[in-house]
């Protein structure tokens, strides 16, 4: 049996989503290992959503198709040397498991990329002609 609860500190008071003692009351005997560490948010809807606008922009300019293009970057921003049977082999991750953090980083990858590899600026949601923009690509 496994329990977990999430833990959240404001103003200085905990409060979390399970009582701990009962937690404590409900797993067997034995010895066990307690971790708190810090969540990280998935990455956003929102965020996903304006990766792709951008993508459609990247493949309006270039003539590349978008999903072409997010694997491109995805192995460009994410990728990883493995070794597997003694043999260096690099593989990439997507962004579905990225958090909202990790995501912005890869996003600010893709903004300076296109900028300096293709000329093509890509707005965030502050620039002011951000919403013209995304009414072009939606």
Not at 55 to 84: A, P, W
Not at 89 to 110: C, P, R
Request: proline share 3%; charged share 30%.
């Amino acid at each position: 049996m496994s329990e977990s609860a999430v833990m959240k500190k404001i103003d200085g008071e905990i409060r979390m989503t399970k009582d701990f003692t009962y937690m404590c009351r409900v797993i067997p005997n034995g010895v066990y290992r307690v971790v708190i560490e810090k969540m990280r948010e998935k990455r956003t809807i929102k965020q996903n959503d304006l990766m792709w606008i951008w993508l459609k922009c990247i493949e309006d300019e270039t003539g590349q198709m978008k999903n072409d293009i997010y694997c491109h970057y995805c192995k460009k921003f994410l990728s990883r040397v493995i070794i597997v049977d003694g043999e260096e082999e690099m593989v990439y991750d997507t962004t579905s498991k990225l958090n909202t953090k990790q995501m912005s980083e890869f996003m600010t990858n893709i903004q300076a990329d296109a900028a300096i590899e293709f000329g093509i600026s890509l707005p965030s949601p502050q620039d002011p002609w951000f919403d013209d923009f995304i009414n072009e690509y939606k």
